[in-house]
């Protein structure tokens, strides 16, 4: 039974691991001017880290050659990097009201794709010839929804690898069938 769950959580572990890589990958991609913030970046980090992660777990639940231990440490590895990445993700969009803010949005370097320039000369790489304001808050607020996906996913991963953890722990702590324990 605990394999079965264990195994579901993993399935959804590696589902939102690959989304928000693909997320920030589309985020980077599409930069236009400068590098891609930090944040951006990072999430790349955690999706990827997140992969591996999930890829170790199943392993560990089939091989008895990695020790229970190995899986739980990186399960709550990878939540703290993803509870870092979705921290950064709501603190990066705190002015963007919901993404209702042109301004928030157009000002936030998280979203607007880089700028060349400042104040009134700025031009933002969000910016695409022939753009009227209509199109532009509409193409900003795609991407800032994009940016929420990003954060949500990365809080749902953090939960997913905290679960992941304690039940790999508690089924260690029961025998667990035997694969995956390390017996000294």
Not at 74 to 88: M, S, T, Y
Not at 101 to 113: A, E, I, T, V
Not at 117 to 131: I, L, N, P
Request: glycine share 16%.
């Amino acid at each position: 039974m605990h394999r079965a769950i264990s195994l579901g959580l993993r399935a959804l572990q590696l589902v939102t691991a690959v989304t928000v890589l693909g997320l920030a990958a589309s985020m980077i991609k599409s930069q236009v001017f400068g590098t891609a913030p930090v944040t951006t970046r990072y999430s790349t980090f955690t999706g990827g880290f997140g992969l591996i992660v999930c890829g170790v777990g199943v392993i560990a639940m089939f091989m008895s050659f990695v020790p229970s231990i190995v899986p739980i440490g990186l399960d709550i590895l990878a939540g703290l990097f993803f509870l870092g990445g979705g921290i950064a993700w709501a603190y990066g969009l705190r002015k963007t009201d919901n993404c209702s803010s042109p301004d928030g949005m157009l000002l936030n370097d998280l979203l607007n794709r880089g700028k060349l320039g400042t104040g009134e000369s700025a031009v933002y790489g969000v910016y695409q010839k022939g753009d009227n304001v209509d199109s532009l808050y509409s193409r900003l607020r795609g991407i800032c929804r994009q940016g929420q996906a990003g954060e949500i996913l990365q809080f749902i991963s953090f939960g997913i690898a905290a679960g992941l953890a304690v039940l790999t722990f508690f089924q260690g702590k029961r025998g667990g069938g035997g694969a995956g324990r390390y017996v000294a």
